[in-house]
């Protein structure tokens, strides 16, 4: 469970989580798509990933950019179950993992 705490500045109040937990039911190719891509999304903000679903940013180093890339991945990869995990296990790419790959499969637009 995670705990909050709250800070106070000159006129607002601040609450921060610390230590959280987060649990995503694992993909499976039967549960809500659209929810857990949500949760995913979720956990990768938590995590301080979510830039990885965007273009590399100018001034970045390379270097930087692959690591945020495998982290994101890494975790994306963490909430699939094995059958889904299998066809992107080698995948690099959040934006392809994530948003691409795996919404042409399972949602209809």
Request: charged share 25%; with cysteine.
């Amino acid at each position: 469970m995670a705990e909050a705490s709250s800070s106070s500045s000159s006129s607002s109040t601040r609450t921060t989580v610390t230590n959280a937990k987060f649990e995503v039911e694992k993909f499976n190719g039967i549960n809500n798509f659209g929810m857990w891509q949500c949760e995913v999304l979720d956990v990768l903000c938590q995590q301080g990933l979510e830039l990885a679903l965007e273009e590399k940013p100018n001034k970045m180093d390379d270097k930087e950019w692959i690591k945020i890339n495998r982290q994101a991945c890494g975790t994306i990869r963490l909430c699939l179950a094995k059958d889904q995990k299998y066809s992107v296990m080698r995948e690099t790419s959040t934006k392809i993992l994530l948003w691409k790959h795996r919404l042409s499969s399972y949602c209809d637009f």
